[in-house]
């Protein structure tokens, strides 16, 4: 079974985001690009294979991107293929709460996801610790985005130590999931992994052949357990992003623990 944890289903208000703009070049969708929906995003997972796609609402200081409520109708488009990740708004704490509590049932929404860079502020910020506190209460992973930024936004928000290292000291209950491999930062996510059993990543928004060596070589050793497919659909499609899978050089255990048995006990799908 194949399951790509961090995908979106695009609306007009996250296509027209001006940030995006470096990645519609780099993935050669310049110009006017164009929210995708549930039945694209459907045929995307069916030409690679993918069985389940978790899909993402987005939040940020000017409004919803991508609302929980647009998140839980698109879920309910494709309900045997898609789950989805809420979204909070960080100036607001206990409407955080309260929005997790309403939306996130472990079933159709399985966990919470926020990207630091698009608030500027690294999750061991004060605002974020209601959040946690709340995904705990749930039963759901955070989801967050780790290493550096595609968009002209500052990466620094995404280092894992002092940050993300803060976080799970504070809350030991709490499981993380990084999106997006962590580089240029693999020491520090080594680090983090052998330190906190709750620590997982994703290699969203990489192409498979793409991933740095030192990343691939952790997959292999305290990784294996704690490593997930991820696409950033629709930026990279997950033909795309599968491309390169047999010459990472997996074992067959370990393949099937990066395709989706490791998101399978994460998620609790």
Not at 218 to 227: P, Y
């Amino acid at each position: 079974m194949i399951v790509d944890v961090w995908a979106q289903v695009t609306t007009e208000r996250f296509a027209a985001q001006p940030w995006l703009k470096t990645l519609w070049k780099w993935t050669g969708r310049e110009g006017d690009p164009q929210p995708t929906s549930v039945e694209k995003t459907v045929a995307a997972m069916d030409r690679a294979g993918v069985d389940v796609s978790l899909i993402s609402a987005w939040s940020s200081p000017s409004g919803d991107l991508i609302s929980n409520s647009e998140l839980m109708e698109q879920v309910s488009e494709a309900p045997d293929r898609l789950r989805g990740l809420a979204t909070v708004d960080l100036t607001d704490p206990m409407g955080a709460v309260r929005e997790i509590r309403r939306v996130v049932d472990g079933k159709r929404i399985v966990g919470v996801q926020v990207v630091p860079w698009l608030w500027d502020l690294p999750p061991n910020d004060r605002r974020y610790y209601p959040v946690y506190a709340a995904c705990i209460e749930a039963g759901v992973p955070f989801c967050t985005q780790i290493g550096h930024t595609g968009p002209l936004k500052r990466s620094e928000t995404g280092r894992l130590i002092p940050y993300l290292e803060d976080v799970m000291l504070d809350f030991p209950e709490l499981t993380v999931v990084g999106g997006h491999v962590g580089f240029p930062w693999i020491d520090e996510l080594h680090t983090m992994s052998i330190k906190f059993p709750n620590f997982h990543v994703d290699t969203s928004a990489y192409a498979l052949h793409r991933l740095p060596p030192d990343f691939v070589a952790w997959m292999k050793g305290v990784g294996r357990s704690r490593v997930m497919f991820g696409t950033n659909w629709p930026m990279l499609s997950p033909a795309q992003c599968l491309g390169g899978l047999p010459d990472l050089g997996l074992s067959a255990e370990g393949e099937e623990a990066f395709l989706g048995g490791n998101a399978l006990r994460v998620f609790r799908l």
